[in-house]
């Protein structure tokens, strides 16, 4: 840990990826130049070439938009959003009449967005690369100063982020700078599905708090929120077909309207952000039966939710068809996960229609989760289930099924040599309510672990880190979020081979501290980052780069 | 505590300061009436009625203005967040067609809003008191739906905060819902001076998070931000008269600009909050030599600064003028405590001064401080001071000197007793740092304890809460504050004999669970009520209104 009144130090990231690159262009200043500034991004984009130069940013930054895409109203709201974090402590008036004389005028005064295709449909594995060219602007160059080019909106996003990390405030001249110009930087993600899991059942988060979670992911080009809306402590979402339903509710002020859902799926959307719903059935489904009782084996024995009727299916049909007006994406999570079936086997009426359908519980279970599949699928989505699912009955899960591994290692290997597509949240790395899992352990956990095969590994979707509620709320979500879950985006987004050699303490540890203090600085209450203990308090006064 | 599952209980708040007018009028419906709906404010508003009507608000709703002052902007921008807040669920699609239909016109179409000055001046003691009706017109009412008359935009704050409380989103009907109406509130706080400490030097706070911590102060009727910007560890303050000594800044990016620091104040101004800057000296403050280390009495023994040398009180003079040009507000903090003197009696030099003078070390203690003094009365200063300098040479201290309680009890009292105005902020209590001080000790923490006698109690301005940063940053910083500045906000601001009677466990507690989960559903991380031990987490599943 450096003293806390030294700057972090510069160090020379994805090297190994750039090598080639490097040899072509004149020798960048990777290491501490211009007066040690840096140039930190985090994620790592794929590949990057830096130079010397230090450009100043114009306040007055203007937007330039080209190709199809390039008007969408996605574009322009991003680059107002990223205009005011850029330049957030450049007020134009200063009390002392001696700041920001720029008589000769900045370096750049207009961000160029090209966006090539016009189609806004934000489906898995949309295309999110792009590539930032930030450069100063000779009068003789045709390319402009700063540029990003992509070939969706979604990757106009994640090229601002970038471009915004780029630009640092200048304390000494009050001027927004770019260092170690020329960039040229051309990204992509590694994973299409790079997921936070967020659980609004055990506790309720107000929608601003939802909205806010989605503009940090944004910062680390998270691109899934994977809402956990329902459980068995309480079902906070409004479902017109069936109004009983948010009877489950904590209380009455701790719901979601269809409106609030559908706001939070938009609002997502502008950040590229999809929400994947889950709908946990038949485990962990108590609260359903606050409205609709009947959906209970029986008032004493209440969970999983009762297999013997046909109304529990005509029920999960109707609240799934008024959840696809409000959910576009095409994944939909059926859980399926930590069912005990005893409530069957102890319940008389469920135990005869056991009997009468010749089954056992374990039959019933593979029954149950292959019925709300087929409910998933009949409604246009592909289904998500928890590991329990494959482990159970690998061989009758549809075989669109996606596998949420998340008890252990070893899931993925097997169900993608099954065929099946897999997402990693390995809980001994991803579960971020585990407080004793420190930065590094999240950030060498690796989704392809144990697949060599190439064409097993597209198999493997992804990741997702899980913020299970049980001990988190509004209070304390943000700092158990972050900045753990940024070490899984890294894991996500950038390249194996540029984030898996080296120390990382060296190559990931000073850009992580710096990512942490940029989301306090955007509001975001991202924790120290080397506590042994997720979001313990800092241990002492200090300087955020160094805790 | 109430299973999760039930709403919290009604209450009859501060019903004796009531008795008179509720004689006067028809029975009002304190208890549960129209579906159990509640009408919980925080803090208590000093004398208000209610009735039995539930009025719907309309999601256009207009603002009116009247009086000198009510075309201010600080009126006018006001309105527009609190619309924000108010009508945050309230979006006006609906993807399901079945709701918001409202064809016989809302009850509530305007908010009238008459600000009797023009004189928007933010001084200690400006005139906070408000009027607030709520009712439904009936055509023949001149009065109009709802109205806030206040002599000053701040008192039209307020009013807009409680106007806020009052009104619930109904997730039934889809309204914003004011219950219990009419509604009649005359307001106004019991002290002037109501405020939260906040110590950016420990640790930094970026300018938004500031900010953000104004916006919650606000929410609970605070108006002082005590910023407590130096300490020994850091100096992040721009001094443009001596450009070195933000040297002292942990690093580069963790520094406030003159620029942040006036956007600071006028963003508080905006709130109806006043910036208290503080410069703490002698002691407290290691960090100015980084930049002049000339101010240490050596470069080994760095505390308290040099008393000995002209140029120590020409730097403090030249800070302070540069920081009059930031700061408007009347008082400013001069700190003065835990000063430790053995730098002074083991420098050569210094010894050889105090001799010279024919000085012990607390003599120069004093000189110090009351040379400090001078310099801050003559820039049209009032000076604060920690307690220290009252316990240590009260015959001295300038008459006009506000006394600032930490240590413990009956300093208030004494001070009051020798002519000094005093602000109560009992560590045992009123530190938030203190995590083991539960809500209900700080709710009880009386700033008048042990004086009676009326001409004396005037000059106790108030009390603070103080939010001291060693433990305490960027991540869990309002977890830290809220619920328990709440507690502190509604004894400064509530009349005594409403909120010192009966058992609070019913008369507050209630009503501070639900305005915590008010500040979460306006982005305030504010940690659980109940928790023994401040800012920790939920333990376990739960409504917010029962943790």
Redesign the interface.
């Known amino acids: 840990m450096p003293p806390?009144?030294?700057?972090p130090r510069p160090i020379l990231p994805g090297l190994a990826v750039l090598a080639l690159l490097l040899l072509l262009l004149p020798p960048p200043s990777l290491s501490a130049g211009g007066g040690g500034e840096l140039a930190y991004l985090w994620p790592l984009p794929a590949e990057f070439t830096t130079g010397a130069d230090t450009l100043s940013v114009d306040p007055a930054l203007a937007l330039v938009v080209g190709g199809n895409g390039g008007g969408s109203r996605i574009v322009k709201d991003a680059f107002d959003r990223y205009k005011s974090i850029i330049f957030?402590?450049s007020?134009v008036?200063?009390?002392?009449n001696?700041?920001r004389k720029k008589a000769s005028g900045y370096d750049i005064g207009r961000l160029r967005i090209v966006v090539r295709s016009a189609n806004e449909e934000l489906q898995l594995g949309v295309d999110e690369s792009y590539t930032l060219l930030v450069t100063k602007s000779d009068g003789k160059s045709i390319i402009g100063e700063a540029t990003i080019e992509a070939n969706t909106v979604y990757g106009a996003l994640r090229g601002l982020e970038t471009f915004s990390q780029l630009c640092?405030?200048d304390?000494s001249t009050?001027l927004v700078l770019v260092h170690k110009a020329p960039w040229y930087i051309r990204d992509e993600p590694r994973f299409a599905y790079r997921g936070l899991l967020l659980d609004t059942?055990?506790?309720?988060y107000?929608?601003?708090?939802i909205k806010?979670i989605l503009d940090s992911m944004s910062y680390a080009k998270l691109n899934v929120l994977h809402w956990h809306i329902i459980d068995e402590?309480?079902f906070p979402l409004?479902v017109?077909t069936y109004p009983k339903l948010?009877q489950g509710a904590?209380?009455?002020?701790?719901?979601y309207?269809?409106?609030?859902a559908?706001?939070i799926v938009n609002f997502a959307k502008s950040r590229g952000i999809h929400v994947m719903p889950e709908v946990d059935v038949p485990g962990h489904a108590e609260s359903w039966g606050?409205g609709y009782p009947e959906l209970w084996p029986s008032t004493s024995c209440r969970e999983p939710l009762d297999v013997s009727k046909s109304t529990t299916f005509d029920l999960i049909s109707g609240l799934l068809s008024?959840m696809r007006?409000?959910f576009p994406f095409e994944l939909f999570h059926l859980g399926g996960d930590e069912v005990n079936t005893d409530c069957w086997t102890s319940t008389p009426h469920v135990k005869q229609w056991l009997q009468n359908h010749n089954m056992t519980s374990k039959q019933a279970y593979e029954y149950f989760v292959l019925k709300a599949q087929e409910i998933a699928i009949s409604k246009n989505w592909t289904p998500v289930n928890w590991e329990e699912t494959f482990n159970a009955f690998p061989e009758s899960l549809n075989p669109r099924t996606i596998v949420h591994n998340w008890l252990g290692a070893g899931v993925c290997p097997k169900a993608v040599a099954k065929g099946f597509k897999c997402i990693f949240s390995n809980q001994g790395f991803w579960y971020l309510d585990h407080l004793d899992v420190p930065w590094d352990q999240v950030y060498t956990a690796e989704p392809l672990e144990g697949i060599s095969d190439a064409s097993k590994q597209k198999l493997v979707i992804g990741g997702e880190v899980c913020m299970w509620?049980?001990?988190?709320?509004?209070?304390?979500?943000?700092?158990t979020i972050w900045p753990r879950a940024a070490a899984a985006a890294e894991r996500l987004w950038s390249r194996r081979d540029a984030i898996s050699s080296g120390n990382i303490n060296k190559t990931a540890l000073p850009r992580l501290h710096y990512f942490r203090?940029l989301l306090?600085?955007?509001?975001v209450?991202?924790?120290?980052v080397t506590n042994q203990y997720a979001?313990s308090?800092?241990n002492?006064?200090?300087?955020?780069?160094?805790?």
Chains 1, 2 share one sequence.
């Open positions: 806390p009144d030294s700057p957030q402590h007020g008036f200063s009390i002392f001696t700041f640092t405030f304390y009050k059942s055990r506790h309720y107000p929608i601003d708090v806010h402590q309480s409004e017109p948010w904590y209380t009455r002020w701790e719901r309207t269809v409106e609030d559908y706001e606050k008024d007006k409000i509620g049980e001990i988190t709320d509004t209070s304390n979500v943000q700092q203090c306090n600085g955007r509001g209450a991202a924790a120290p979001r308090q800092p002492g006064p200090a300087s955020c780069y160094a805790q």
